[in-house]
């Protein structure tokens, strides 16, 4: 054999969607990356504004992007969204399972926490990525294939708290919709992040505090990552780079799962 090796890490004429995509998260930079490799992007939050602005800003640039508001918890809402992706781009080849709940959720013992609040935390961050991805695949049929992404995190190794547990359970939901889905050519797949500089992510672990510095100590690098340091995963898992993987959950987080 001889000759170099060609690998397509484009998304020309694909269509994406990525929800919790307002600024100041990861789902923009998810939006943004996307974008950049060619697909035209649909942009999804429960604040809609914050959606809009992040779609404007990739068409300022040059992209193909729309905002749309949808709470993901609710299934009409969910099947407009899908709806207005494909009328507007013309169908659907990925989702980006990205909005969740984090910041707000109980981070006691988990028996100390209100049930209504755990059925709310269950709803967004396990229900609303089943609700999305059972919307989304019939356009994903239609075009012979599709990319499921769904953003865990290192939070679910072991789960200790109400979130780490949806996060887990979104690991469940990953490997049963690669199976089922596989025979259609749509992939399913996870990136476990461990510490994130988004917005929200600083929130919870700002500069200086104790639990920082314990994190700092105990993983294999330095654990904290840029949103953009997840990138390449996400067009790995995306792109016809990596067709031939599904059900897998990729850590993304300077050995943060190494941890003793
Ligand atoms: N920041 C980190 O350290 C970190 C680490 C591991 C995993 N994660 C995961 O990465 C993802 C993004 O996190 P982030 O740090 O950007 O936080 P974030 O709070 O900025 O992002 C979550 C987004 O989801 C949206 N959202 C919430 N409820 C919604 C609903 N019902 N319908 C539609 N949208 C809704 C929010 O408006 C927000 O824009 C989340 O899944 C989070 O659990 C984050």
Redesign the pocket.
Known sequence: MSGGVSVDWSLDGKVAIV??A?P????ETYARTLAAAGAAVVCA???ED?AAKVAAGLEAEGHRAIGVG????DPDSVESMTGTAASAFGGVDVLVN??????TVHPGPVLECDYGHWKHVMD?NLN?AYLCSRSVVPYMRERGGGRIVN?T???AYPPSTLYGITKLALVGLTTTLARDLGPSRITANAIA?G??E????KGLVPEGSAFREMISQVAAMQPFAEPEELAGTLLLLTTPAGNWITGQVIHVDGGWILRP
């Open positions: 929800t919790g307002a100041g998260g990861i789902g939050d429960i604040r914050g949808v709470d993901i918890t990205n909005a969740a709940l984090m910041a967004v609303g953003q995190s290192g939070g992040p510490m994130v988004s917005d929200a992510g």
